[in-house]
């Protein structure tokens, strides 16, 4: 089944009202073949407004569904974030993945939540209470909330660097690190996300053997990175 | 349901499910270049359209999200036989090869070129990003888009794609594009899938779950209860007939070891049904209601598990000889289980399956022990060689019907000919009842030189009468498809401090996987297309090829040559860091040069005695000496940051050119009523200009403009036998037969004219554009000519034909250099310079030559590199897609890649031509293995070579 929210209040009621749901932003994920994103229910948010990039005090909006290819090229951005956007090495992709989908997925190869999570960018979500505002690492933390990512809002000034490692361009990365502000992240493929203040927070990842490489070439990576 | 849209600037109404993909509704509402290689994974690009103004993959989209959208197709491209100034620019370019992605290229070029008229070369990489790119590599995309910036300046495109060859003749050796190029580039519905009606039958293949099992039953009574379906064809309903599915020459050196679908699966994917329905979705679900109850055995995955003792045994039926049986065969069966069927040899493999060994050979020169006693210094080690798979954007398919009592088969295919032939045999009828059609073939790369969907299919038509079509997954092409052999190989090499080379000996060792595909040939080829560039008196190999339980294995672009590189050119570069000599002067020191007798083919022929030949043409000791000074070799090169380092590596090369001895090709060429001319060839073009081989080759002999000269070929009932092409041979065998039958035509030719125009046949010549001119001053055009002799009063068509077959070596040589750059912190390689250097003879199709030597390099560095199949402990593979496999993107390209064609006329080729691209596979990995050790002093002895193994290496972790 799927439904074509039109408003962002709507596609928040018919997440809660469909217990196997998932939202459908830019589909590179939920669309792509062997997706692990699996759900009865289908809830379109394509057609909602939330792809502006806008600065505002300082701060600069990244709606939730502005793609990546937009965020690539956005300067208003600080360049390590648009920097983790050119990791999604097509074309192709780049002009369908949203930010968003990419975040909320919490992906351990994600190309943004390292980056993003190092940031310590705040988001707006919609619950179904209305309107919050929080820690974007708040949010990453909750995997059951079914609120809608609506942007992301970020210190333009924000400093840092991100790096991701992967056999080929294409391929999945063993390990994303970012550093931003005192504040590192990692994404470890197969394993985890961790971030934080510590240079050691990735120790807090159970880092496992995958495709992308052995356990310990990963916790190796993860020391290294940052 | 209907979703309006305005599709190339007109408004269109799409129908079907609101959830399907947009790529398949496209496709089947006629838009035809929007087509699909990865199954909706957003990886490939073949699926590429415009959606809103952005590039877009529609896999990733559903149809009702197309509704009010603006699409854009690569058909928007042409305007009726006019193609777009990008699609020409491609074409004379030379990147539209196998073409199957030529279009959606075509038209992400297009959009960069209209939002940016002069875009940087990173610009260009960006547009190209996420398209993948197979045959022709990527570098000369960016000399195409120079051709449309310089069209779009002056209006016409002067700058050659390539160098010319040959100031005397008008077509062979210029770079004037591919006949076809057009049509490929612009979309034209030239491909297998492009042929199949509305109403015919799919096919699902039911596949093993496990690496190792008996079937002790298979209950399909609910499932063919299901409305819809044709027929279900088991083990125990299939023909017993055993054959295999490698395209070689009859009688194959590959072992009979198959039946359609057998009582023991021997690999995860292996056939156990084919359900033939009236559409997909009827045929699942009906492999879902087949019961089969299976009889687990242990699977052996590595050659090491074969080799064991008491190692499971992979076969254990009955063995039988077509010629050549051992006088103790009885006894040998005497233990045979009859489940697993039969193996049947049409000569001595020197196999013994009781112990796994699927072929076996051995043979050298001189006395390799007193060559390691004469050495300063010895290297004895031993290199692995990864599972990689040929990945054609164009995954195998088949469409087949009867048609007046005969089989009618379209495939994409390197072998049309032993199609028919496989085809007939395992339905029981002779050859005149099947007809194959070879269609355009979008990528085969040696994976469709394999008989690996038709026999199925062309079965099932033969016996349900259905029409039928049937195209593997993505991940059936990796897991039910053919790979490239694992080997393992090692390699003792000796010394001395003046850089001589003592003595070489090759152990190879080489997994087959479940069928003997090839089983001798791909492995000798490790040693056979190696050791012959040396000029060593002491050389020795044995091969040992063992079954396993892992993914087929078959014919690979190199076939077992670019492993056989990666052993013995490392194992030269250890010899040469061990005795403190420059390798390239090693090299030099000990290659062979033109007229040195190769003693070492004695005994390396394919199961049988090798003749010994001089070195015939050979640039290669040009190609290490203009490669070594382009890559300023011998200087250091100095990255700022201390944590990169570089190196710099090599390797010289050779391949052959066709089978000498074992390949014949044959070609009809006709003088049309009007004077213009028609190719029949039996050669199969795989997209690397064949066909424009066979067209120019007639054009040059007959001295007529090359457009008024077409080409048919691979259509087994209107041309003539050719063996295929496979083993580089295209241009040797099947240009060859082209040429002959020009000559035997201009003889005709020549012949009539004397008729009718009164003169003696040595007073006569012609004149281009195909005019026959007398010493008396009588002019006959070609026109006139044969409108007359196939006049009511004439004396016929005049039709020439040409045969070839040949004793003769045509070898193709060349040397790879790289430079390469290693961060010794993160692991991070990265290709810097790559330089291809190869002697091609004359090449006919210059600038589709340089094209294939960057599309096999690429190739090779993605094997080297990224490329790895990954099975479990149970032997089901866990990379069936782009993203987990790894193949090499434009990203992945060198940034400074040079392609370089060494100038040599052949003896024996078509005006001198040797082969092209199988060679160009064979030197990445050497040297970039040869690189990474300057660079670091790591030996990575292993394919892929990653930043892990390199950082494990170091002591990192």
Same mark, same amino acid.
């Given at each position: 089944?799927?439904?074509?929210?039109?408003?962002?209040?709507?596609?928040?009621?018919?997440?809660?009202?469909?217990?196997?749901?998932?939202?459908?932003?830019?589909?590179?994920?939920?669309?792509?073949?062997?997706?692990?994103?699996?759900?009865?229910?289908?809830?379109?948010?394509?057609?909602?407004?939330?792809?502006?990039?806008?600065?505002?005090?300082?701060?600069?909006?990244?709606? &939730? =569904?502005?793609?990546?290819?937009?965020?690539? /090229?956005?300067?208003?951005?600080?360049?390590?974030?648009?920097? *983790? !956007? #050119?990791?999604?090495?097509?074309?192709?992709?780049?002009?369908?993945?949203?930010?968003?989908?990419?975040?909320?997925?919490?992906?351990?190869?994600?190309?943004?939540?390292? &980056? =993003?999570?190092?940031?310590?960018?705040?988001? /707006?979500?919609?619950?179904?209470?209305?309107?919050?505002?929080? *820690? !974007? #690492?708040?949010?990453?933390?909750?995997?059951?909330?079914?609120?809608?990512?609506?942007?992301?809002?970020?210190?333009?000034?924000?400093?840092?660097?991100?790096?991701?490692?992967?056999?080929?361009?294409?391929?999945?990365?063993?390990?994303?690190?970012?550093?931003?502000?005192?504040?590192?992240?990692?994404?470890?493929?197969?394993?985890?996300?961790?971030?934080?203040?510590?240079?050691?927070?990735?120790?807090?990842?159970?880092?496992?053997?995958?495709?992308?490489?052995?356990?310990?070439?990963?916790?190796?990576?993860?020391?290294?990175?940052? | 349901?209907?979703?309006?849209?305005?599709?190339?600037?007109?408004?269109?109404?799409?129908?079907?499910?609101?959830?399907?993909?947009?790529?398949?509704?496209?496709?089947?509402?006629?838009?035809?270049?929007?087509?699909?290689?990865?199954?909706?994974?957003?990886?490939?690009?073949?699926?590429?359209?415009?959606?809103?103004?952005?590039?877009?993959?529609?896999?990733?989209?559903?149809?009702?999200?197309?509704?009010?959208?603006?699409?854009?197709?690569?058909?928007?491209?042409?305007?009726?036989?006019?193609?777009?100034?990008?699609?020409?620019?491609?074409?004379?370019?030379?990147?539209?090869?196998?073409?199957?992605?030529?279009?959606?290229?075509?038209?992400?070029?297009?959009?960069?070129?209209?939002?940016?008229?002069?875009?940087?070369?990173?610009?260009?990489?960006?547009?190209?990003?996420?398209?993948?790119?197979?045959?022709?590599?990527?570098?000369?995309?960016?000399?195409?888009?120079?051709?449309?910036?310089?069209?779009?300046?002056?209006?016409?495109?002067?700058?050659?794609?390539?160098?010319?060859?040959?100031?005397?003749?008008?077509?062979?050796?210029?770079p004037v594009g591919k006949i076809d190029g057009n049509a490929l580039a612009a979309g034209d519905r030239l491909f297998v899938e492009d042929k199949v009606p509305e109403h015919t039958y799919a096919m699902h293949v039911l596949r093993s779950p496990f690496a190792h099992a008996y079937i002790k039953s298979i209950d399909v009574s609910e499932a063919e209860k299901i409305d819809g379906v044709a027929g279900i064809i088991t083990a125990f309903n299939c023909p017993d007939i055993y054959y295999m599915q490698a395209g070689q020459g009859c009688p194959e050196p590959s072992p009979y070891d198959r039946r359609l679908l057998n009582r023991k699966v021997r690999h995860v994917g292996d056939r156990?049904?084919?359900?033939?329905?009236?559409?997909?979705?009827?045929?699942?679900?009906?492999?879902?209601?087949?019961?089969?109850?299976?009889?687990?055995?242990?699977?052996?995955?590595?050659?090491?598990?074969?080799?064991?003792?008491?190692?499971?045994?992979?076969?254990?039926?009955?063995?039988?000889?077509?010629?050549?049986?051992?006088?103790?065969?009885?006894?040998?069966?005497?233990?045979?289980?009859?489940?697993?069927?039969?193996?049947?040899?049409?000569?001595?493999?020197?196999?013994?399956?009781?112990?796994?060994?699927?072929?076996?050979?051995?043979?050298?020169?001189?006395?390799?022990?007193?060559?390691?006693?004469?050495?300063?210094?010895?290297?004895?080690?031993?290199?692995?060689?990864?599972?990689?798979?040929?990945?054609?954007?164009?995954?195998?398919?088949?469409?087949?019907?009867?048609?007046?009592?005969?089989?009618?088969?379209?495939?994409?295919?390197?072998?049309?000919?032993?199609?028919?032939?496989?085809?007939?045999?395992?339905?029981?009828?002779?050859?005149?009842?099947?007809?194959?059609?070879?269609?355009?073939?979008?990528?085969?790369?040696?994976?469709?030189?394999?008989?690996?969907?038709?026999?199925?299919?062309?079965?099932?038509?033969?016996?349900?009468?259905?029409?039928?079509?049937?195209?593997?997954?993505?991940?059936?092409?990796?897991?039910?498809?053919?790979?490239?052999?694992?080997?393992?190989?090692?390699?003792?090499?000796?010394?001395?401090?003046?850089?001589?080379?003592?003595?070489?000996?090759?152990?190879?060792?080489?997994?087959?996987?479940?069928?003997?595909?090839?089983?001798?040939?791909?492995?000798?080829?490790?040693?056979?297309?190696?050791?012959?560039?040396?000029?060593?008196?002491?050389?020795?190999?044995?091969?040992?090829?063992?079954?396993?339980?892992?993914?087929?294995?078959?014919?690979?672009?190199?076939?077992?040559?670019?492993?056989?590189?990666?052993?013995?050119?490392?194992?030269?570069?250890?010899?040469?860091?061990?005795?403190?000599?420059?390798?390239?002067?090693?090299?030099?020191?000990?290659?062979?040069?033109?007229?040195?007798?190769?003693?070492?083919?004695?005994?390396?022929?394919?199961?049988?005695?090798?003749?010994?030949?001089?070195?015939?043409?050979?640039?290669?000791?040009?190609?290490?000496?203009?490669?070594?000074?382009?890559?300023?070799?011998?200087?250091?090169?100095?990255?700022?940051?201390?944590?990169?380092?570089?190196?710099?590596?090599?390797?010289?090369?050779?391949?052959?050119?066709?089978?000498?001895?074992?390949?014949?090709?044959?070609?009809?060429?006709?003088?049309?009523?009007?004077?213009?001319?028609?190719?029949?060839?039996?050669?199969?073009?795989?997209?690397?200009?064949?066909?424009?081989?066979?067209?120019?080759?007639?054009?040059?002999?007959?001295?007529?403009?090359?457009?008024?000269?077409?080409?048919?070929?691979?259509?087994?009932?209107?041309?003539?036998?050719?063996?295929?092409?496979?083993?580089?041979?295209?241009?040797?065998?099947?240009?060859?037969?082209?040429?002959?039958?020009?000559?035997?035509?201009?003889?005709?030719?020549?012949?009539?004219?004397?008729?009718?125009?009164?003169?003696?046949?040595?007073?006569?010549?012609?004149?281009?554009?195909?005019?026959?001119?007398?010493?008396?001053?009588?002019?006959?055009?070609?026109?006139?000519?044969?409108?007359?002799?196939?006049?009511?009063?004439?004396?016929?068509?005049?039709?020439?034909?040409?045969?070839?077959?040949?004793?003769?070596?045509?070898?193709?040589?060349?040397?790879?250099?790289?430079?390469?750059?290693?961060n010794v912190k993160t692991g991070e390689i990265k290709v810097l310079k790559f330089y291809a250097l190869q002697d091609a003879g004359t090449p006919i199709n210059p600038e589709l030559a340089l094209c294939q030597m960057y599309g096999a390099a690429m190739k090779s560095i993605g094997h080297t590199l990224y490329e790895d199949m990954v099975l479990d402990s149970s032997g089901k593979c866990l990379t069936t897609d782009f993203t987990d496999y790894g193949v090499p993107m434009i990203d992945e390209a060198p940034e400074d890649f040079k392609a370089v064609l060494i100038d040599v006329n052949d003896k024996y080729g078509p005006f001198g031509a040797k082969s092209i691209s199988e060679i160009a596979c064979n030197g990445a990995a050497p040297a970039i293995a040869m690189a990474i050790a300057d660079a670091t002093g790591v030996w990575v002895r292993s394919w892929p070579i990653t930043g892990e193994k390199i950082l494990k290496a170091l002591g990192r972790f």
């Amino acid at each position: 089944m799927i439904y074509r929210a039109s408003t962002a209040e709507e596609a928040v009621k018919l997440r809660h009202e469909n217990p196997s749901s998932v939202y459908l932003a830019g589909g590179t994920e939920i669309m792509r073949l062997g997706s692990s994103a699996a759900a009865d229910v289908i809830i379109d948010i394509t057609a909602l407004p939330l792809s502006d990039i806008e600065t505002a005090d300082g701060k600069v909006s990244i709606g &939730a =569904l502005a793609v990546l290819q937009d965020i690539k /090229e956005a300067e208003v951005i600080p360049s390590f974030i648009r920097d *983790a !956007a #050119s990791f999604c090495a097509s074309l192709q992709l780049r002009n369908a993945a949203t930010v968003g989908g990419n975040f909320a997925l919490r992906r351990t190869d994600s190309y943004m939540a390292a &980056a =993003l999570l190092a940031s310590e960018c705040e988001v /707006e979500i919609m619950c179904s209470e209305g309107v919050k505002k929080m *820690a !974007a #690492s708040a949010y990453f933390d909750k995997p059951e909330c079914r609120g809608l990512l609506l942007r992301f809002i970020v210190d333009t000034k924000r400093e840092g660097r991100v790096k991701r490692i992967s056999r080929a361009s294409h391929m999945h990365a063993a390990v994303t690190a970012a550093f931003s502000g005192g504040c590192y992240a990692w994404s470890v493929s197969g394993s985890g996300t961790a971030y934080g203040h510590s240079r050691d927070g990735w120790k807090n990842i159970d880092i496992k053997d995958d495709l992308t490489g052995s356990a310990e070439y990963k916790r190796y990576l993860a020391s290294v990175l940052l | 349901m209907d979703v309006r849209t305005v599709i190339n600037g007109r408004s269109s109404v799409l129908s079907g499910r609101g959830e399907e993909r947009l790529r398949d509704v496209l496709y089947r509402a006629g838009y035809n270049t929007v087509r699909d290689s990865d199954d909706g994974e957003g990886f490939a690009g073949s699926d590429t359209i415009v959606f809103n103004g952005r590039l877009r993959y529609s896999n990733l989209i559903m149809l009702y999200q197309a509704e009010g959208a603006e699409i854009r197709t690569p058909e928007s491209l042409r305007n009726g036989q006019e193609i777009s100034d990008v699609q020409e620019a491609m074409v004379k370019a030379g990147v539209v090869q196998s073409a199957y992605n030529a279009p959606a290229a075509a038209l992400a070029l297009t959009v960069l070129l209209e939002n940016n008229p002069d875009p940087s070369k990173d610009d260009i990489k960006e547009a190209l990003s996420g398209i993948f790119i197979r045959d022709a590599g990527y570098e000369h995309y960016y000399l195409a888009v120079d051709m449309v910036k310089e069209k779009r300046a002056k209006g016409c495109i002067d700058t050659p794609a390539g160098p010319s060859f040959r100031d005397g003749l008008r077509y062979v050796g210029k770079p004037v594009g591919k006949i076809d190029g057009n049509a490929l580039a612009a979309g034209d519905r030239l491909f297998v899938e492009d042929k199949v009606p509305e109403h015919t039958y799919a096919m699902h293949v039911l596949r093993s779950p496990f690496a190792h099992a008996y079937i002790k039953s298979i209950d399909v009574s609910e499932a063919e209860k299901i409305d819809g379906v044709a027929g279900i064809i088991t083990a125990f309903n299939c023909p017993d007939i055993y054959y295999m599915q490698a395209g070689q020459g009859c009688p194959e050196p590959s072992p009979y070891d198959r039946r359609l679908l057998n009582r023991k699966v021997r690999h995860v994917g292996d056939r156990v049904a084919a359900i033939v329905a009236e559409d997909m979705e009827t045929a699942m679900k009906a492999a879902e209601l087949i019961k089969v109850e299976y009889d687990p055995l242990p699977p052996v995955l590595t050659v090491e598990e074969a080799m064991a003792e008491n190692a499971p045994l992979v076969h254990n039926g009955i063995v039988e000889y077509v010629s050549g049986a051992p006088d103790d065969l009885d006894a040998y069966n005497k233990n045979a289980d009859p489940r697993d069927g039969k193996v049947i040899y049409q000569f001595p493999l020197h196999a013994d399956i009781r112990k796994n060994i699927a072929a076996s050979a051995h043979g050298g020169i001189g006395d390799v022990e007193k060559g390691f006693a004469e050495a300063d210094a010895v290297v004895d080690e031993t290199y692995q060689t990864s599972q990689v798979q040929c990945t054609p954007l164009e995954p195998h398919i088949c469409y087949a019907y009867m048609e007046g009592g005969r089989l009618v088969i379209h495939a994409s295919t390197q072998v049309p000919y032993h199609v028919r032939r496989i085809v007939a045999k395992v339905c029981s009828i002779p050859e005149n009842k099947v007809h194959v059609i070879k269609e355009r073939v979008g990528g085969g790369y040696g994976s469709k030189q394999d008989v690996l969907v038709e026999d199925l299919v062309g079965y099932a038509v033969w016996k349900t009468g259905k029409p039928i079509c049937y195209r593997n997954t993505r991940a059936e092409e990796f897991y039910a498809n053919s790979t490239r052999h694992p080997m393992r190989i090692r390699v003792k090499m000796g010394g001395k401090k003046d850089g001589t080379i003592t003595a070489i000996y090759m152990d190879v060792r080489a997994n087959t996987g479940p069928y003997g595909n090839h089983c001798l040939t791909v492995p000798m080829n490790a040693s056979s297309k190696t050791l012959p560039i040396f000029r060593v008196d002491n050389m020795y190999y044995d091969l040992i090829t063992y079954y396993t339980n892992t993914p087929p294995a078959g014919a690979y672009q190199g076939y077992g040559a670019p492993k056989g590189y990666f052993a013995i050119g490392s194992a030269m570069g250890e010899l040469a860091m061990k005795l403190g000599v420059d390798p390239l002067e090693m090299a030099k020191k000990n290659i062979v040069e033109e007229g040195y007798m190769l003693e070492i083919l004695r005994g390396l022929g394919e199961g049988r005695e090798g003749a010994v030949v001089p070195v015939g043409s050979c640039g290669l000791r040009e190609a290490l000496e203009k490669g070594g000074e382009m890559i300023e070799w011998g200087k250091k090169e100095i990255s700022p940051d201390p944590d990169w380092k570089i190196g710099k590596g090599f390797m010289m090369i050779q391949q052959g050119s066709g089978l000498p001895g074992l390949d014949q090709a044959n070609a009809q060429v006709k003088l049309l009523t009007d004077g213009t001319v028609l190719v029949l060839s039996g050669g199969a073009d795989l997209g690397t200009g064949l066909d424009t081989i066979s067209a120019k080759v007639a054009a040059e002999i007959l001295k007529v403009p090359l457009e008024l000269v077409s080409v048919v070929s691979g259509d087994t009932d209107s041309c003539l036998f050719d063996t295929g092409a496979y083993a580089s041979s295209g241009t040797y065998f099947s240009g060859n037969a082209s040429l002959n039958a020009a000559k035997d035509l201009y003889k005709k030719i020549i012949q009539e004219a004397a008729l009718q125009m009164g003169e003696k046949e040595e007073d006569l010549s012609v004149e281009y554009p195909g005019t026959v001119v007398s010493k008396s001053g009588k002019r006959l055009s070609y026109a006139k000519l044969s409108h007359d002799a196939t006049a009511g009063d004439g004396r016929g068509q005049l039709i020439g034909t040409g045969s070839f077959a040949t004793p003769n070596f045509a070898v193709p040589y060349g040397a790879h250099f790289a430079e390469v750059a290693v961060n010794v912190k993160t692991g991070e390689i990265k290709v810097l310079k790559f330089y291809a250097l190869q002697d091609a003879g004359t090449p006919i199709n210059p600038e589709l030559a340089l094209c294939q030597m960057y599309g096999a390099a690429m190739k090779s560095i993605g094997h080297t590199l990224y490329e790895d199949m990954v099975l479990d402990s149970s032997g089901k593979c866990l990379t069936t897609d782009f993203t987990d496999y790894g193949v090499p993107m434009i990203d992945e390209a060198p940034e400074d890649f040079k392609a370089v064609l060494i100038d040599v006329n052949d003896k024996y080729g078509p005006f001198g031509a040797k082969s092209i691209s199988e060679i160009a596979c064979n030197g990445a990995a050497p040297a970039i293995a040869m690189a990474i050790a300057d660079a670091t002093g790591v030996w990575v002895r292993s394919w892929p070579i990653t930043g892990e193994k390199i950082l494990k290496a170091l002591g990192r972790f």
